[in-house]
């Protein structure tokens, strides 16, 4: 038996435009591509690199990580195939706060 547990994740774990609507109602579009200046951030609840043209985020606690390529929208994938809309929005209004806290401590 030869199973590849590390195979792809699905391209569209939720529709783009959902996506797009979600960053947009918590984080916005504009700072969640400039929390990726900051290079390689391991902060107290997330997360959060770019790989070249790649972007992700991990919610350290759940293991939760969202992934997309190029732009927000193009393709986006997520580690947990049972993750509803409003767990997405919860991820998002997290993120948000751990990107003020950080913001607010390395920034000033």
């Not at 947009?24 to 579009?29: A, D, F, Q």
């Not at 929390?35 to 293991?63: K, M, P, Q, R």
Request: glycine letters at 4%; a negative charge; hydrophobic letters at 30%.
């Amino acid at each position: 038996m030869n199973e590849n547990h590390l195979s792809p994740l699905p391209q569209y774990h939720i529709d783009r435009d959902k996506l797009c609507e979600i960053v947009k109602e918590t984080v916005g579009y504009d700072r969640l591509m400039d929390a990726f200046c900051h290079g390689t951030v391991v902060c107290d609840e997330f997360a959060w690199f770019s790989n070249s043209d790649e972007y992700y985020i991990i919610h350290l606690e759940s293991g939760m990580m969202v992934n997309w390529y190029k732009h927000l929208g193009r393709t986006n994938t997520c580690s947990q195939k049972d993750r509803t809309i409003d767990d997405y929005y919860e991820f998002f209004r997290l993120f948000k706060e751990e990107l003020d806290y950080f913001e607010r401590k390395n920034c000033e």
